[in-house]
């Protein structure tokens, strides 16, 4: 997926979470006008309010006269309070967002626009001969489909999607678990 993201400063600074993930990412100014049809070649543009949230409402107002691509707002949480719907946003980001939070954002902000709306996505994810459908919840080896819990699956599933990366049982229990989860780190072994 191709993304663009709008701010003055290093944006992995802020998410450090994007590194994580398989999108790519190219950078641009704030305060650079994009010119006509050049924010219509990505699939999602993150608007980053952390340092600048005037440039960035100006940003956002530019982009909702010009391109019909998404925009997700990169704030803290003191500058939510200046956000409204003039602002033409599919989604807002808080800094430090888990890379499974920040995936399923930019997933759900691409999949709200009406180009997507009637097409058919692609939901396989595919690694290492296996195939994962997201919309149905199954996953596959070599055609024989694999009979997998809830978690098992979640496990699978990010796990393919961040091939050849190493995770510590920690950030395992973080993405897929969830921060909140109470128990030892030894359920991802059993899984």
């Known amino acids: 997926m191709q993304l663009l993201c709008l701010t003055d400063t290093d944006p992995g600074a802020l998410l450090t979470g994007l590194e994580m993930l398989p999108h790519d990412l190219r950078t641009s100014p704030l305060t650079v006008r994009l010119s006509p049809g050049t924010a219509d070649r990505f699939d999602l543009i993150i608007v ?30 003191a500058g939510l309070a200046a956000v409204t719907p003039e602002w033409q946003l599919a989604d807002v980001l808080l800094p430090g967002a888990s890379p499974a939070e920040i995936d399923l954002r930019i997933r759900l902000a691409v999949g709200r626009t009406p180009a997507a709306v009637g097409t058919e996505r692609s939901s396989a994810v595919e690694s290492s001969g296996v195939v994962i459908d997201e919309n149905n919840f199954t996953a596959r080896v070599r055609e024989r489909t694999l009979d997998l819990t809830y978690k098992e699956f979640e496990l699978l599933h990010f796990l393919a999607r961040n091939p050849g990366r190493v995770f510590t049982r920690d950030q395992l229990l973080g993405e897929v678990w969830g921060f909140d989860y109470y128990g030892g780190t030894r359920t991802v072994d059993v899984h």
């Open 48 to 77: 980053d309010a952390t340092t600048n949230l005037r440039h960035a409402h100006l940003a956002c107002l530019e982009l909702a006269r010009d391109c019909r691509t998404p925009r997700v707002l990169l704030s803290r949480e």
